[in-house]
């Protein structure tokens, strides 16, 4: 999985001198069970959902938009882990060619970035709802939300296209590994590069998300903070209707970030810094000190991987009239009344 602990029982180089050995049957049995709930609950929950936003919803609203791109980053990456399985399954084994080892970790860089970045324009989307319900609709439409998607897309491409020149394989005595990070030789190079990542495509989105979640806070615990001159009694229930899916979001989005995202980045900057200084000061960094970095660095990547069960709950509990284009076949009746008339950008 990794440059420096791929085996069992691996001998680590860190210069001519100095080397770690690493016990680690214990990935052998995590990884592939965790990736094979992974792609059977992912699977079954994002093909509902591409369902229900395909064949169910007849008007895209902008959330739809970035709601379906998210479902789309999920799956494609849910379809590489049964190789994956395989692959750990059988103790590091990569029986399948070089590009298609590039593939498979470029399509995981690429959902969990392409997931975080979609999950802030829907963040984003949801705090001019609620903050600025009138101005937003001048400002927020399903063809802004379009033009949004393919730049969020454009951008993980461009971002993670390095991955498909770090990620090789190599002949490891009997095994062939299909390396997470990158070889040996060019890990110094590849830790600049993931940091930067982490920053851009991690860090300063979380940081949005934050912001935009606590002014939304603020804004639903103020008295009548829908109320623009038409108080009744639907209104009112229109409005209990958009803060309970805000609250719904706001959680949910939230802990995608805080189990899924947030353990994942924390622990990988720790091991590679870790390695990284073992190789350039291994008196300050011992073996000890770096394999329990590199055992919390895989029990995270799991949680990484189960945002894509995660996101589409987001869809499920939060979203628009999602139980009734479940059950109803998409039809707009005009014998019987409709719900009342909200602004776009306050629905998800």
Request: net charge positive.
């Amino acid at each position: 999985m990794d440059t420096f602990d791929n085996n069992a029982n691996t001998s680590v180089n860190m210069s001519s001198l100095h080397y770690c050995q690493f016990e680690e049957e214990f990935k052998y049995i995590l990884l592939p069970v965790s990736y094979a709930l992974v792609f059977v609950i992912g699977l079954a929950l994002n093909a509902t959902a591409l369902y229900v936003i395909l064949f169910r919803t007849k008007h895209w609203k902008p959330s739809t938009i970035y709601m379906f791109n998210l479902t789309m980053c999920d799956t494609l990456y849910i379809m590489t882990l049964p190789f994956l399985v395989y692959y750990y399954a059988d103790e590091n084994y990569w029986p399948f060619s070089e590009p298609f080892c590039k593939l498979i970790r470029f399509l995981f860089y690429a959902n969990l970035y392409g997931s975080i970045l979609f999950l802030c324009c829907i963040s984003l989307h949801r705090f001019l709802g609620i903050c600025y319900p009138v101005r937003s609709l001048n400002w927020v439409s399903a063809r802004r939300a379009r033009l949004v998607s393919v730049a969020v897309w454009a951008c993980v491409l461009l971002c993670q296209a390095p991955v498909l020149y770090f990620s090789r394989t190599r002949d490891e005595g009997a095994e062939r590994v299909c390396y997470d990070t990158t070889s040996p030789e060019l890990f110094d190079d590849f830790l600049v590069y993931s940091s930067a990542v982490s920053v851009l495509m991690f860090a300063l989105p979380f940081m949005v998300v934050m912001v935009c979640y606590g002014l939304m806070v603020r804004k639903l615990l103020e008295p009548g903070w829908v109320s623009e001159g038409r108080e009744n009694g639907e209104r009112s229930l229109a409005a209990q209707r958009i803060k309970q899916k805000s609250v719904k979001m706001i959680i949910i989005v939230l802990a995608a970030f805080m189990l899924c995202f947030l353990p994942f980045h924390l622990t990988r900057s720790l091991y590679y810094s870790f390695r990284y200084l073992r190789q350039v000061h291994p008196e300050q960094v011992t073996c000890e000190l770096l394999e329990a970095s590199s055992l919390a660095y895989k029990v995270t990547r799991p949680l990484a991987s189960a945002n894509s069960c995660v996101d589409p709950i987001l869809y499920f509990l939060a979203g628009q009239d999602v139980r009734s284009n479940l059950t109803k076949k998409s039809r707009v009746s005009s014998s019987k009344p409709g719900p009342v008339n909200i602004p776009l950008s306050t629905q998800l």
